[in-house]
């Protein structure tokens, strides 16, 4: 049995087990007053969960994405609870000082808009790749000199099952950057409703921390005319150059999505090739003025991030 068979399993039988009814479905109610009679109930893309009524409709298969992803941590939280860190049976450990790490947020700049030819290049898998090689009950305080980290008994599985798995993959991402989890409430979204036991704020900083060095080696050694969270675009012989930089320096794999002749209009409109944004493709481009939100790094910090994880791959 796979490990997403596996996980899918443990998520059907947990249900069976506590009296819950699950349906596969095509599509999923869109009015909000169809939650107005229930006191607790849970939305997402692909999903609907009511609490009052222990059931549960999924878009297209039994198990959804957020499942397998909560499953996936709760395995890792159980393993390290019996490796040795008890607290993992309650929540993911962290420390006050690690709150700093809310502030952080995905890597994005633009040069400006300009013509090709371009390359553009993604990081394949690449928050995936990054957690994965951490554990969940980390510790990590970059304003040290020099800065701290330390590694707790949760391990991630190595599975390239799972790294192939995009849906899920993001699904637990998503689960570890919010301190609280977003509920219906008689028709009414309350998004802070209850606290989340998945928030990992020190891997969610190691990990932003991270990309943001990517995408300032990206922009400063190698040019990049844009980033965007995992990717940017390059010019042809700047762009194969940061993909060896990548593999041999991060150990994360570039993947080309698009090349040829374009129009870059901002960090998500663009034409590349035979690649068009959806805007672009509607002749409603979204133009944008040059900005950079990359969050500032100094070259030891940036040095000591690819050590971190080059050591761990």
């Not at 992803?69 to 929540?91: C, D, Q």
Request: hydrophobic share 40%; aromatic share 12%; net charge positive.
């Amino acid at each position: 049995m796979t490990l997403l068979e596996e996980l899918s399993t443990e998520a059907v039988t947990r249900g069976l087990e506590n009296g819950w009814t699950r349906e596969i479905v095509k599509s999923l109610p869109s009015d909000p007053d169809f939650f107005k009679p229930f006191k607790r109930a849970y939305r997402s893309e692909t999903s609907m969960t009511i609490k009052d009524t222990k059931s549960r409709k999924v878009v297209g298969s039994a198990v959804s994405s957020g499942e397998l992803g909560r499953g996936l941590l709760r395995r890792v939280m159980s393993n390290g609870a019996e490796a040795g860190n008890p607290i993992l049976t309650k929540r993911v450990p962290y420390r006050r000082p690690a709150l700093q790490f809310l502030d952080r947020r995905p890597a994005y700049f633009f040069a400006g808009e300009c013509g090709g030819p371009f390359v553009l290049v993604d990081i394949k898998a690449c928050y995936a790749s990054l957690y994965t090689r951490l554990t969940l009950d980390m510790f990590y305080r970059p304003d040290t000199d020099p800065p701290l980290i330390g590694f707790g008994k949760a391990d991630f599985p190595k599975s390239d099952e799972w790294m192939a798995a995009k849906a899920p993959r993001n699904a637990l991402w998503g689960s570890l950057i919010s301190t609280h989890g977003p509920e219906w409430r008689h028709g009414e979204l309350v998004p802070k409703a209850y606290p989340n036991t998945f928030f990992a704020p020190d891997l969610v900083g190691l990990v932003y921390d991270a990309c943001h060095a990517i995408a300032l080696e990206a922009k400063q050694t190698f040019k990049a005319l844009s980033w965007a969270v995992d990717g940017g675009v390059f010019r042809p012989e700047d762009a194969y150059a940061f993909c060896a930089w990548l593999d041999a320096r991060w150990g994360l794999t570039p993947e080309v999505r698009a090349e040829g002749p374009g129009w870059m209009f901002g960090v998500t409109s663009y034409q590349i090739g035979g690649l068009m944004t959806l805007d672009v493709k509607k002749r409603e481009a979204r133009h944008s003025e040059p900005f950079d939100s990359l969050r500032p790094q100094r070259d030891y910090q940036r040095r000591w991030l690819a050590d971190v994880f080059a050591g761990r791959s």
